[in-house]
């Protein structure tokens, strides 16, 4: 007989959860949701109350089997998913799916896995909150309901495999919307006047506050101060303090893990969830800025010890958002005495970073006096310059942590240096002034975390679905994280240097972008489709009032079927008008200009695999049919111009011979290549296609030849599929789609074809997360793209973009 069985969602967090109790407890894991809505039209009953039918997953039902098993040998079942909706939902579906009985069950919930929280939350336990899982019920229905009824519509009228979401179609808009605002936006040019001075042998810089629109007023201003004095008029010493930032919630983490370690939204989510369920950190789920008066001694105690006194000052942080009911504490350690949480690197880092935004949260204000000179020009009496430093008097909290800034709030915050010894009415000497031409710059394109950020600032979205949401709109094909190079741009200088004024033309770098989101051409279609016949779905304030109204149910003070009702009455109302709406209409064709060569009509269109070209029409009676050439990246259909379109219609393009064999560079799916020989190169992003050389083409395919020789270590001709390479981690073999490792004091040259296919069959098949088979996939070698595929979006063909579900 068991005495408990404890449930948890992750085999992770049921290890660490086991080693703190004794041997009467039994701790498994139920690998997530053991239920969900089938995948078919009939998982809803919409004209029933909107009853959902749920099935035991077919990935879950030996799992099932299992807890149903040990569950009735169990004197007690403690259900210990996450203390949130979707941990809620976890457990009163393991409730239904294991016919457990309220006699037996307890409901126990915790927000770190420390052995205080787990003893506190068995000797507290509580029954199942159905307020939090209706809202979770109301979310899941909600969002199917807009998915089933709403993507059928975008196969219809723009094309097949389109699907929209309540939240990932709000999220697109926002991208497509940003890259809109950037396309508009027209540079503007202004003078900047900078100066630099020598005192005493040390460098002062100072900077004019007016800026000059023209070249001719900038030329003005350093004309007049030819021969001028220079004198310190004022001296304004002003003491500041900066204040840390609060702990952690789910979407700052991400925004500062993006920042400072450059992870994924993702990457950030799952590194957390490893330190969590290890019982390093508090919850990763969370919108709150709040810590314990626990967690407050703690960190309390480790500023004293390892900084002293003057350098703690506890603070209570309020979370701003109302909608912050179910989240109880910031993300925080576990043990702040704790420096090192784990071997694995990344996991340290993101631990770090959690402990010092924790710790710097509890110290003192940092203490800067803040310097202004003001300087003035002889021959110019109502123009002054200006001169600001900055001197740390006492560190506080930067002793331990600074916050990150995104690139469109600039770094205005940041310490500056400190001034040398100035005084009131000290002549200084001017090295050099500079007018420098400097251009307006558009709002940046979005991060993957300043785009949770704008979604947390306009209430959209919850904690648990950030990452889900970024990850979707990336998978569906409607937003891509791309690295762009910028365009090189002129500016002038101008130089007053030894009462003498030089000018001189420079270039910059504008435009580069790094890790940003762009979106697909799809996104765009789709947006202004959606933005124009369901706008309730894509509106962000109807959006946001949503997720309020989900957080009422969750407190108790709506019922989720009459908040569904109000919604679909009006949703389905949409869906049956736009019968009516033309495909035509929605299709995001344009007619682009005439071809000077040919007279015909250039249109740019989205297809199966993506935007593109046409060139003429189809005439069934010559037999004639058109040309079609794939956009390149940054390239939309909405704006794209006759010159660049004729452009793309220069491939595929012959680079030259090889072998006796013709070299072709064109466009595909998977971006710029060279075919020779039935083979395909892809050419790097320093390669230009249409401007490739035939040496350039020779160079990359004997590269890629070298490569593959060398990975290539043994075949076996009577069975082609069993290979011995050389990989990145050294050697192993390949059976087909398993990778097999070579057992140590095996010769890898020395391996038969008996000894590979033995080792295979000794080899498990690879398990996914949750501890089951993966599910298996081809993906093709780097490099190399099928005849097929290639074709399909290949620049200048006469084949039609092949059909793609």
């Known amino acids: 007989m068991i005495k408990n069985l404890v449930i948890v969602e992750s085999p992770a967090k049921a290890k660490t959860i086991e080693g703190y109790l004794g041997k009467d407890f039994i701790v498994k894991s139920s690998f997530g949701h053991v239920r969900d809505l089938p995948k078919d039209n009939n998982a809803i009953d919409i004209e029933h109350g909107f009853k959902p039918t749920y099935v035991v997953s077919s990935d879950k039902r030996e799992v099932v ?11 007690t079942v403690w259900l210990a998913s996450d203390d949130d909706r979707e941990g809620e939902a976890i457990s009163w579906h393991l409730t239904e799916a294991l016919n457990l009985n309220d006699q037996k069950t307890r409901r126990i919930v915790f927000r770190e896995i420390t052995k205080n929280a787990i003893i ?3 000797n507290t336990p509580r029954g199942i909150d159905m307020d939090l899982v209706n809202a979770q019920q109301a979310r899941r229905i909600l969002d199917r309901i807009v998915g089933f009824e709403l993507s059928p519509v975008l196969w219809k009228k723009i094309k097949t495999g389109l699907s929209a979401g309540r939240v990932q179609s709000v999220a697109v808009r926002l991208v497509v919307e940003r890259e809109r605002e950037i396309e508009r936006f027209k540079a503007e040019s202004a003078f900047r006047i900078t100066a630099q001075f020598d005192v005493q042998g040390k460098t002062l810089e100072a900077e004019l ?5 023209t070249e001719e007023e900038a030329q003005a201003f350093l004309q007049k101060c030819i021969g001028a004095d220079y004198t310190i008029e004022n001296l304004e010493k002003k003491p500041l303090k900066r204040t840390p930032a609060p702990p952690f919630t789910t979407s700052t983490l991400q925004q500062e893990a993006s920042r400072k370690l450059y992870f994924s939204v993702a990457q950030t989510m799952t590194v957390a969830q490893r330190l969590y369920e ?39 942080f309020k979370t701003k958002s109302s909608s912050a009911q179910e989240a109880h504490e910031a993300i925080r350690p576990t043990d702040f005495s704790q420096m090192v949480a784990s071997s694995d690197r990344n996991e340290q880092r993101l631990y770090e970073l959690i402990w010092k935004r924790a710790i710097a949260s509890q110290m003192s204000d940092a203490e800067i006096e803040k310097t202004t000179a003001t300087i003035g020009i002889s021959t110019q009496p109502d123009q002054k310059l200006q001169a600001t430093g900055e001197v740390i008097k006492f560190e506080g909290f930067l002793k331990v942590y600074i916050e990150s800034k995104d690139d469109e709030e600039g770094a205005d915050d940041d310490v500056k240096g400190m001034l040398p010894p100035l005084s009131i009415g000290q002549l200084i000497s001017l090295r050099q002034m500079l007018a420098t031409q400097r251009y307006t710059r558009p709002a940046a394109r979005y991060t993957e975390a300043s785009l949770v950020k704008k979604l947390e600032e306009m209430g959209i979205g919850r904690p648990s679905t950030y990452a889900p949401t970024i990850s979707t709109i990336q998978k569906r094909g409607y937003v891509e994280k791309d ?42 279609v789709v947006n202004d489709f959606l933005v124009e016949h369901f706008p309730n779905v894509i509106d962000y304030s109807f959006t946001a009032r949503v997720e309020a109204e989900f957080d009422e149910i969750a407190q108790g003070q709506k019922e989720w079927e009459n908040m569904l009702e109000n919604f679909y009455e009006k949703f389905h109302k949409r869906i049956e008008s736009s019968e009516n709406i033309s495909r035509a209409d929605v299709s995001g064709a344009r007619e682009i200009g005439t071809d000077p060569a040919t007279g015909k009509t250039i249109l740019a269109k989205l297809g199966r695999f993506g935007p593109y070209v046409q060139l003429g029409e189809e005439n069934p009676d010559t037999g004639e049919k058109p040309l079609y050439a794939s956009l390149r990246k940054g390239q939309f259909i909405e704006n794209i111009s006759l010159e660049d379109a004729l452009e793309l219609f220069k491939l595929p393009r012959i ?19 060279i075919r020779h020989d039935s083979k395909f190169y892809s050419l790097p992003k320093t ?10 083409a020779v160079d990359l395919i004997e590269a890629k030849r070298k490569a593959d020789a060398e990975k290539m270590i043994k075949t076996f001709p009577e069975n082609p599929d069993v290979q011995v390479l050389n990989g990145r981690y050294g050697p192993y073999i390949v059976v087909g789609k398993k990778n097999v490792k070579i057992p140590k004091g095996k010769e890898p040259e020395d391996l038969t074809l008996q000894e590979c296919l033995d080792l295979a069959e000794a080899t498990p098949e690879k398990k996914g997360r949750g501890g089951f ?33």
């Open 65 to 75: 089997s299992q807890l149903k098993k040990l569950a009735k040998e169990a004197e």
């Open 120 to 122: 506190n939350a068995i």
């Open 209 to 213: 506050p007016t800026k000059f629109k």
């Open 278 to 316: 290890s019982g390093k950190i508090s919850y990763m789920r969370t919108d709150s800025v709040n810590l314990s008066e626990e967690a407050i001694q703690a960190a309390t105690r480790e500023i004293q010890s390892s900084f002293g006194e003057k350098f703690v000052k506890q603070r209570r």
């Open 483 to 524: 690295s762009r190079e910028g365009k090189e741009r002129t500016y002038e200088v101008l130089t007053l240097k030894d009462d003498q004024i030089s000018a001189q033309q420079k270039t910059e770098i504008t435009g580069a972008e790094k890790g940003k989101l762009f979106p697909t051409d799809t996104a765009m």
């Open 655 to 673: 680079v030259g011979t090889f072998e006796e064999k013709e070299m072709t560079a064109a466009i595909g799916r998977f971006g710029p290549y």
């Open 687 to 696: 390669i230009d296609p249409l401007l490739v050389t035939a040496q350039e």
């Open 773 to 805: 088979k993966k599910k298996e996939t081809t993906a093709p070698a780097s490099g190399k793209k099928t005849t097929t595929k290639a074709k399909a979006g290949k620049a200048g063909s006469k084949a039609k973009p092949s059909a793609k579900k």
